[in-house]
């Protein structure tokens, strides 16, 4: 599985779009672009995946370059409970390995 | 919907004991079932999944095991625990249609003394 780059940490203002960048230039033409975050103490939380296209759901949108090389998670209005290590992750196949780096620990302040 | 769900959330366990986590799901069938380990302040590391009752691949040699005895329970085992298995024990799941998109449990902290 491709590679993937995050800044490691990020600050947002509550109310306020979080925009998180990441880097997947080594990406071949079959992986997806995953998502997910981790608030202290639980569970990864699935939040958003794409292929080649912009998605968008209830948590999240995810805005990926016409290359494919880099992607942006856009939290719309940030919430303290939005607090949590984001993870971007590039996988291929069924029953894939999810191999999660270091992340980018966001904090949301008032 | 479907759940998932780990037990026990917490375990302190001395070096040499056994040990036995569980992980069952609901809401879906023949479900991919997935171990990892967390370290502390490290990546996800997975180590084992099943594609069915009975199926288990393993990824890293190494002192635990797992097994899949019903089709949504996935239970992952060591006869002699070291201080190394220390780490935070998460359960996943996913359906290949209509992503494989892997769930998450809350996850069971083992600490080995």
């Known amino acids: 599985d491709a590679k993937t780059t995050q800044p490691p940490s990020m600050d947002c203002a509550e109310g306020r779009a979080a925009n998180l960048p990441c880097n997947h230039s080594t990406i071949s033409g079959n992986e997806y672009v995953y998502w997910y975050r981790q608030i202290h103490s639980q569970g990864p939380q699935y939040i958003i995946h794409?292929?080649?296209n912009n998605e968008t759901n209830e948590m999240a949108s995810l805005i990926i370059t016409e290359d494919r090389k880099s992607s942006t998670l856009i939290l719309p209005h940030a919430t303290l409970r939005d607090t949590a290590v984001y993870y971007c992750?590039?996988?291929?196949?069924?029953?894939?390995?999810?191999?999660f780096g270091t992340g980018t620990r966001l904090q949301v302040t008032l | 919907s479907q759940t998932i769900h780990q037990w026990p959330a917490t375990l302190v366990q001395p070096v040499g004991s056994p040990l036995s986590l569980e992980c069952t799901v609901e809401g879906t069938s023949n479900p991919n079932l997935y171990w990892y380990r967390q370290a502390a302040g490290r990546g996800l590391q997975l180590l084992f999944y099943?594609?069915?009752?009975?199926?288990i691949s393993s990824e890293v040699p190494q002192n635990l095991s797992a097994s899949r005895p019903q089709d949504r329970q996935f239970i992952l085992s060591s006869k002699k625990l070291l201080l190394s298995d220390s780490g935070f024990y998460l359960c996943a799941w996913s359906v290949q249609l209509p992503s494989d998109t892997q769930y998450f449990g809350p996850g069971t902290r083992l600490t080995v003394l």
């Open positions: 794409g292929l080649k």
């Open positions: 992750i590039v996988v291929t196949g069924t029953a894939s390995k999810l191999t």
């Open positions: 099943s594609v069915g009752i009975g199926q």
